[in-house]
């Protein structure tokens, strides 16, 4: 085989071929192919004489989580192979769009009479897929990321129980194969009851993990991200790149990492193959954390939102309609939209005063070379200093319409220890925005003028369910909190309206006067009914008055 051989392709023309070689199919001895590698493809051409257009196949090497060379048994077959493993975007047959779907090509080398040789060149071709893989996903913005390194050590908790109960048959029928496919040893950990994944967090050697993944729903990681923070090594333990696959029925951040990757919106199945795929090629970024203030609760700490009223509602009033599947929120905001009340309350917020540069802040992105190579934390210093009141001004002028949003949730409670004031010693990150709960918010927040809502909702990702673009122009690190109010006296078709151009986060456009959308930094609910419910990340906590203040860039996840 002649590595300088070409064909007078102008794809290949472009990007130099710098392997080339003939093999046999594996799914058919009978079909010869010309395989050729460039820098960003692998080019599989039939070699037969049916017309070339329909005989080429042209995968390109970012779509490639893997590749392996291998013997079979046999050892009359003097034979070696080598397989090489994509997840292509590719378009549906029965709905419109696009989702990742699986390609694998193998060949059959037998070239050689010594089936070492074979192997040989078979590990060469597996290596060199692997190799340049590697280096497009290294190479973001024209940058170059990191370097390769394996293998990773990944902790993989899966909660059995979460969605329809359906997250180890998932495991089972996708993400096993994917991860052996990109030569990611995984230690699977089953948790048994609420709580355990934190218990784990807390306890863990993590130097013996590079990664800690779960596949659940938003509550799993929840846990995990608390566990973490609730070490004294908080400040390394937070550092420790987390994934997640979808397994529940709302996978909020799962949705929303899918959504950051630039693809078409996908659910169920073809989400969790996607997220599948960007964990197989191990980039991590930075992520947000807010920290959450309760009356008497110890401080936890959010990934995704804060939820007060309908949205609260209809999350935890829906968990008796489960056995519907995720209609159960479509069912739960209707039952809620029967009975629209209104929610006595003061909110503040402290606005954000400074468009932070992300482009520089995603510089400090890394990929996660599966060996804890890690990524410098994100500095403090990036939240702005800023509290200027012509920087005020101008936030308040960038009012959009709002939105609302439901999500899938458990009555779960927290641990209850007492804790009242911002400044009490704990572990994670000093607050430096908050003053205690039972003093007035600082002078340069904002208060709300209302005091009759129907929902407030703070996210800090982009999606509150897998089809509900709650927040579109969130990203994982923008270091804002996006507070959405809608104030008494919205009809329940408008309500409704909203809820609908959600699901492709058009509910800013609908032009609701009871809307309204700001990016905060920080924020304080008091609400004056002696009973209700706050939920966070899904999570039911203590009810009473709740602040919250995002810390940029705490965490760090596998995301595209
Ligand atoms: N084996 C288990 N049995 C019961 N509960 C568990 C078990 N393992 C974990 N849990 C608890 O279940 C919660 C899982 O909720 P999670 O949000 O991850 O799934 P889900 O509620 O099914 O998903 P979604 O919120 O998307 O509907 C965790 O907070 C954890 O406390």
Known sequence: MDPRRTEPDRHID???????????????????????????DLIVQRLSSAPVGRNKVVLSLRDCVGSRAYREDDNADQAAYFTAYFYPLKRRWVSSGVSRQRVEQGFRLAALQDPRANLEEAEKWARAVRERSARQRYLRDGVLMSELSCPCRMMLLVNPQSGKGQALTLYNNHIQRMLNEAGVPHTLVITERQNHARELMREA???????????????????????????????????????????????????????????????????????????????????????IHLSSSPRLFSFLSLAWGFVADVDIESEKYRHVGAARFTVGTLVRLASLRVYKGRLAYLPATLVYNNQEHSRNNKTLHYNNQGSTPCPASILC????????????????????????LKVRRTESVPSRTATKAQSGPPDSLLLPLDQPVPRDWVVVQEEDFVLMLAMYQSHLAEDLLAAPDS????????????????SRAALLRLFLAMEKGAHMATNCQHLVHMKVRALRLEPFSPKGIITVDGEVVEYGPVQAEVHRGLARLITG
């Open 385 to 408: 200093p800023s509290r200027d009141s012509s920087c005020q001004t101008a936030v308040q002028n960038t009012f959009h319409n709002f939105c609302h949003s439901n999500n899938s």
């Open 14 to 40: 472009t990007n130099p071929v710098t392997l080339y070689g003939e093999f046999t199919s594996t799914g058919n001895r009978k079909v010869r192919c010309a395989v050729s590698l460039t820098d960003k």
């Open 205 to 291: 050697d993590l130097s013996q993990w590079d990664a800690i993944v779960i596949m659940s729903g938003d509550g799993l990681l929840f846990e995990v991200i608390n566990g973490l923070l609730e070490r004294s090594d908080w400040e390394e333990a937070i550092r420790t790149p987390l994934g997640i696959l979808p397994g529940g029925s709302g996978n909020a951040l799962a949705a929303s990492v899918h959504h950051y990757s630039g693809a078409s919106p996908v659910s169920s199945e073809e989400l969790l193959i996607s997220c599948g795929f960007l964990l197989c090629k191990g980039l991590v970024s930075h992520m947000d954390l807010v920290s």
């Open 475 to 490: 990203t994982l690190d923008d270091g804002l909190i996006h507070l959405f109010y809608v104030k008494a006296g919205i």
